[in-house]
């Protein structure tokens, strides 16, 4: 006799099978309910493909110019520089504000700078060749996205021929437009790994051109920035003691000249008359006190070259855009393909709700 467990297990394992069949059933009348419909699952292929193809054939391509580069840590160069800080900070030179510059490139600090408005400005207004010509980037960018034509109405900005200066009312207010765009739209800047200082600058536009040389001009632009800053300091100090050395050998020349001056008035002077030899014996110790004071400042002057010298941008690039360069350009055929899968999933879609409704409304999906 069986249990009551049993049976429990018999009744279920039915009902699953019962559950299972039904399902397999729906599911033919689902596929065949959609072989009944390939005509208009066909007709949405083909509409689906063309408008892709049509798009585009009138979408504009747009090319991406990628730029990667590394970000020094600022520690590296402040110990490749110890040992002429050490000498210098001895005899009193002040080469400490050289790696003070760092703050403003340390982390991610440097993402900021590059989307700063100065910076984009500067690019914008850089002249660069393009086509075989010299021309400011703003002009190109005017150009290549037929600005002309929508400023044909306003007076002011008709005939705006573009200078690379900041300071001109329409211009500024123009470049302050172009800012907006550029950073919405075009630019793009950011870590390619969080663990690592590299990073990359892509810039998308139409203009291939363009987005290749404004990339390479922005990160050009920055590390000009750069040296400048971190070397003021260093180029100031050399300044300083070159003047000083050219000061001193005039001194030490004059003085020269002063003990062969005073030989030559006395050049067999009488040992008795101590007076004689006064000239001669103090124009000898400036020329020993000016070239003691004069080797000091060379030494000096040394040090500070060698620190300009090593000196080193502090943007190293990796990899520069070439090229023809990559767009979001969409072939004929892969855009006719790709639009009719769509069309066709869509279809599809559309015809399986259309069906459980009105297996739903019949009763028959209950």
């Known amino acids: 006799m069986k249990t009551e467990n ?25 596929i065949r309910f959609l072989i009944s419909r390939w005509l208009i699952i066909t007709i949405m292929m083909v509409v689906g493909g063309v408008s892709a193809m049509v798009y585009s054939m009138v979408k504009k391509t747009n090319y991406t110019a990628k730029l990667s580069f590394v970000l020094e840590e600022q520690s590296s160069s402040s110990n490749g520089l110890g040992a002429a800080a050490n000498i210098a900070a001895q005899i009193g030179l002040n080469i400490g504000g050289l790696g003070g510059s760092g703050g403003l490139f340390q982390g991610d600090n440097i993402i900021e700078f590059l989307k700063s408005r100065s910076m984009i400005d500067k690019t914008m207004l850089s002249k660069v060749e393009i086509d075989g010509e ?8 005017v150009e290549s996205n037929d600005l002309r034509k929508k400023w044909s109405d306003t007076p002011p900005l008709k005939n705006i021929q573009f200078k690379d ?7 500024d207010s123009l470049l302050a437009e172009f800012n907006k765009l550029i950073l ?8 390619l790994d969080k663990k690592y200082n590299i990073f ?28 400048e800053t971190k070397t003021r300091k260093a180029q100031e100090n050399l300044a300083v003691l070159t003047h000083q050395v050219d000061s001193v050998r005039q001194e030490l020349d004059a003085a020269i000249s002063g003990v062969a001056a005073a030989s030559d008035a006395n050049p067999n002077p009488n040992r008795a008359l101590q007076r004689l030899r006064v000239g001669s014996q103090r124009r000898t110790v400036d020329v020993q006190a000016n070239t003691a004071i004069l080797t000091e400042l060379v030494k000096n002057q040394e040090i500070a070259k060698i620190t300009l010298r090593n000196e080193k941008p502090i943007i190293q690039v990796l990899d520069k855009p070439i090229l023809p360069l990559e767009n979001d350009k969409l072939g004929k055929v892969k855009a006719l393909v ?24 019949s009763g028959d999906l209950a």
């Open 6 to 30: 049993e049976n429990h297990r018999i009744s279920q394992r039915q009902i699953d099978q019962i559950s299972m069949q039904e399902l397999i059933v729906k599911t033919n009348g689902l």
């Open 134 to 141: 010299m021309q400011l980037l703003v002009s190109r960018y």
């Open 165 to 171: 200066t900041i300071g001109i009312y329409h211009q």
């Open 184 to 191: 919405k739209h075009h630019l793009t800047i950011g870590k």
């Open 200 to 227: 990359t600058v892509e810039m998308e536009t139409p203009d291939e051109a363009f987005s290749k040389a404004f990339v390479e001009t922005l990160i050009e632009n920055a590390t000009d920035f750069y040296v």
């Open 338 to 361: 790709i639009g009719g899968a769509i069309g066709g999933v869509l279809a599809g879609l559309i015809l399986v709700c259309r069906y459980i409704y009105r297996q739903i409304m």
